[in-house]
């Protein structure tokens, strides 16, 4: 009787696991405006608003597939918004059961009060408490953003002539404050911090508007504000690190999205040791 059994235990053990269930819910920074990334791969993912966008979700199912784990990734997303206008507004097309939930906020966490986190805290506890009804296990967690560069080299801004690391800072910290308002959100993923990371190592450029330093990688487009290829495909890799826990490194300068996206391999695998390295330090 012992064979049949382990017999069938290795067949059940070899069996793929359950696919999970992965929204995004975010604004331009998540469906990857100001760059190829945002129409890559759209037939990959399931856009809940139909309009036909990959971005950052299609590189996370990218990245699930080569390292061989099952998710179905789902995102709704709207150009300018922060969190209150997804729970205001569509509130009736992510009111489903998930699994896991990322939500990114808006740039600057509030449009009329920059760097106040009670809007952002407050919308963010609302759609916890939402998805939360549908399965109490579920995982949320919230994205801390990068330094818009205009904001910091350009004059009327509360980061004006900062140094380009502080307003990723500040916004981590704003959604510090959003997870002590909301105990039942997961954590915050530092997509910010590892763009600081990238840029205090010498491995990307920290001023887009003297050009980009020979031998760098742009982060941002063209308008120093939105991610560039590689700046979303470092938040991508963070957020795909964290959530899945998987060593982002192993995905190896050969990654497929990297090589579809014009990605160097040695870019690739650079921004894959950052985002790696960034969330060893994080826990």
Do not use: C
């Not at 969190?83 to 059961?97: E, F, K, S």
């Not at 896991?100 to 760097?115: F, H, K, N």
């Not at 500040?170 to 404050?177: F, I, Q």
Request: no cysteine.
């Amino acid at each position: 009787m012992i064979r049949p059994f382990l017999a069938f235990l290795a067949l059940f053990l070899a069996l793929p696991a359950a696919a999970r269930d992965i929204l995004f819910v975010g604004n331009s920074f998540t469906f990857g405006a100001g760059s190829p990334v945002r129409e890559w791969r759209p037939d990959s993912v399931t856009d809940l608003n139909r309009e036909g966008i990959g971005g950052v979700p299609a590189l996370f199912r990218a990245f699930a597939e080569q390292a061989g784990l099952d998710w179905q990734v789902h995102l709704e997303t709207a150009p300018g918004t922060d969190l209150a206008y997804h729970y205001d507004r569509r509130r009736t097309v992510i009111d489903r059961r998930w699994d896991v939930v990322i939500l990114q906020g808006y740039s600057t966490l509030d449009a009329e009060r920059p760097g106040d986190p009670t809007r952002h805290a407050d919308a963010a506890r609302k759609l916890t408490d939402l998805f939360r009804r549908r399965n109490p296990r579920v995982q949320v967690q919230l994205v801390s953003t990068w330094s818009r560069a205009d904001l910091i080299y350009r004059p009327g801004s509360r980061w004006s002539g900062k140094p380009i690391t502080a307003m990723a800072d500040d916004l981590a910290e704003g959604n510090r404050v959003a997870l002590r308002r909301a105990p039942a959100i997961r954590g915050a993923i530092p997509v910010g911090r590892a763009w600081n990371r990238a840029i205090t190592s010498g491995l990307a450029d920290a001023n887009p508007y003297d050009g980009i330093d020979p031998g760098r990688i742009g982060l941002w487009a063209d308008d120093r504000y939105h991610g560039s290829t590689a700046g979303y495909y470092l938040e991508a890799l963070t957020i795909f690190g964290r959530v899945t826990g998987h060593d982002v490194r192993r995905l190896g300068p050969g990654e497929r999205a990297a090589a579809e996206l014009k990605l160097t391999p040695a870019a690739a695998k650079a921004l894959q040791r950052v985002a790696w390295a960034t969330l060893r330090a994080d826990r």
